[in-house]
């Protein structure tokens, strides 16, 4: 008998066994679904990335004789309803048998359960046949522990996968080579280009824009630069290897106005809708090490599995040990709305408009800009989670939920309490300045602790320290924030107050 199998948008792996062989008895199912553009306000890259990337995948699989049946953001025989539309495929192709592989987001496998529950025909799941671990395996392995450390899930995932290891020990001797990942960039080694594709994607936006998809910031239609089939992912790859992967440790935190990507790989589209696997990268990745040690340290390399093998995997086991509750944890009681900035990265915090104003234009920021001068900003000025997590889910090419979620909820908001984090991820001016060049060319002062133009990070900092110290009474890590907050006068304590409360009604007042 026939079947019909479906394939969501972020599930594009072309080396999934499903395709091992063309059966003339199996019918794809992929549809463009307004559900998945619309449950937050998009970044139009974003829509566009996924569309693009959705067609690709199905012309590439029709050339090799799969069947497909592709409905279009815009096609008038779209009913834009799941269910709906997978009951009419199953009819239409007299399907005996319904097939889909597992989501990774909790709201897509609780509808997709309930889906093939009200099916008349046999229904099956199946692994994505992606990620190093099963949805469970991490919440396996911290059963009946307190702390889920990122690192000793990282220690497991290099010994279980053999990667970068000899007889359980670490190649080179050390773990973590994170002491060694902090350099700032002032201008040398030069940064290659990166690797653009410089797509004309006209045709497609307007059929985005007629079908009616809410959307926000920029795209330039003729240029897209963002890769969306196999062999632009690999070339990303290739790239990586041969021209970044050298400096990538050691500038992995730093931040500069001229450079937007500096060393980072602008791969997380890429894996996060599985066009390229992690174990793909990490493999290529380890290969080019191999053959190239005498130029390639090995730190680089370290700093670089680090973020697949261990945060992206970890990130993916803490969503499914934690959800659904994770999504409304809200333990430092944040309530601030939002500022306007966000939406236009107008605001003379020059760290905050540079990382905002990017993020904007390119639907792209990296790591540390996220956390330690968006996600910090926000934490520090005790803004809304539900409202951050939106912002984020919204405007970066790579933000689906599992991986969003966890990271600015969990690891930058500290709103799950400390699950992912050990303490929050906040600090003055001192570190922004310390690893980027924002602050030199600033309307504020990152050296002032008050009067006029005083950095508004400096002032925010002490007083998100005072305003949640209940929260940090029994946590060691802040023993030492605390007891300097401790120190401070009574006057101070004033200012910082009242300079707190004027900066988060609006920072750009003085
Ligand atoms: P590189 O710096 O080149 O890193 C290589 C790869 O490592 C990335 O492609 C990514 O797959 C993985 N990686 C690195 N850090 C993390 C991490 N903390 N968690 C999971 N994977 C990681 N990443 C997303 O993919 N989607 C998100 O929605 C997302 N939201 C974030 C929100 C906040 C507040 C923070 C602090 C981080 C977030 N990250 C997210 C993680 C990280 O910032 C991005 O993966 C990275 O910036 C993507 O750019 P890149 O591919 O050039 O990364
Ligand atoms: Fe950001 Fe303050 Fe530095 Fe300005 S001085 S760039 S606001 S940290």
């Known amino acids: 008998g026939a079947t019909l199998r479906l394939i969501l948008g972020d599930q594009l792996n072309q080396k999934h066994s499903w395709f091992d062989s063309v059966d003339d008895n199996v019918t794809y199912l992929m549809a463009e679904m307004r559900q998945e553009t619309d449950y937050v306000k998009h970044h139009i890259q974003k829509v566009t990335a996924f569309f693009f990337a959705m067609r690709t995948f199905k012309e590439e699989l029709s050339e090799k004789g799969h069947q497909f049946i592709y409905l279009k953001i815009g096609d008038p025989n779209n009913p834009q309803d799941l269910a709906k539309i997978i009951e009419t495929y199953c009819d239409a192709t007299d ?57 000793s899930f990282y220690r497991m995932m290099r010994k279980k996968h053999g990667i970068m290891v000899e007889n359980g020990q670490p190649d080179g001797g050390k773990w973590n080579y994170d002491q060694s990942n902090r350099k700032k960039w002032k201008g040398t080694p030069e940064i290659p280009h990166e690797r653009g594709f410089r797509k004309d994607v006209t045709d497609l936006l307007k059929e985005i824009e007629e079908s009616g998809v809410k959307n926000f910031g920029e795209i330039d239609p003729e240029k897209f630069n963002w890769p969306v089939s196999r062999s632009d992912c690999l070339s990303v790859l290739n790239y990586f290897c041969k021209e ?68 992206r995997e970890y990130m993916r086991g803490i969503y499914w040990k934690e959800m659904p509750g994770y999504a409304q944890l809200n333990k430092l009681e944040n309530h601030n709305p939002l500022p306007d900035f966000f939406w236009t990265g107008n605001t003379k915090m020059n760290c905050l408009k540079h990382a905002i104003g990017q993020s904007l234009s390119d639907a792209y920021a990296h790591h540390i800009q996220r956390l330690m001068v968006i996600g910090n900003f926000a934490l520090l000025a005790q803004l809304n989670p539900d409202e951050v997590d939106q912002w984020y889910l919204g405007v970066y090419i790579d933000a689906i939920e599992w991986v969003e979620i966890t990271n600015t909820r969990g690891m930058s908001q500290f709103a799950d309490g400390g699950i992912v984090a050990t303490k929050p991820y906040v600090s003055s001016a001192n570190y922004i300045n310390k690893m980027s ?27 998100f320290l005072d305003a949640k110290k209940a929260h940090f009474k029994d946590n060691q890590r802040m023993n030492m924030m605390m007891s300097l907050l401790e120190k401070k006068s009574a006057s101070e304590m004033d200012y910082i107050r009242k300079k707190s409360a004027e900066i988060i009604e609006n920072p750009d007042t003085f």
Not at 450 to 460: K, S, T
């Open 437 to 463: 060049d924002y602050c030199g060319s600033c309307h504020y002062k990152h050296t002032q602790k008050e009067g006029e133009n005083v950095c508004p990070f400096n002032v925010l900092y002490w007083n």
């Open 244 to 311: 970044l992967l050298v400096h990538f440790g050691d500038y992995q935190d730093a931040m500069h106005t001229e450079e937007k990507y500096l060393f980072h790989s602008r791969l997380s589209f890429a894996m996060n809708a599985k066009i390229i696997s992690p174990k793909e990268v990490i493999d290529k990745v380890l290969e080019h090490f191999h053959e190239n040690k005498e130029v390639i340290d090995i730190s680089q390399v370290e700093g670089f599995v680090r973020q697949i093998l261990g945060w």
């Open 95 to 151: 399907a005996v048998r319904f097939e889909y592989q597992l989501p990774d987001e909790y709201r897509l496998d609780a509808q997709l359960k309930q889906i093939a529950k009200s099916l008349k025909i046999d229904t099956h799941a199946v692994d994505t046949e992606h990620f190093y671990t099963s949805r469970y395996e991490l919440k396996n392995f911290f059963s009946g522990k307190k702390q889920l450390l990122m690192e």
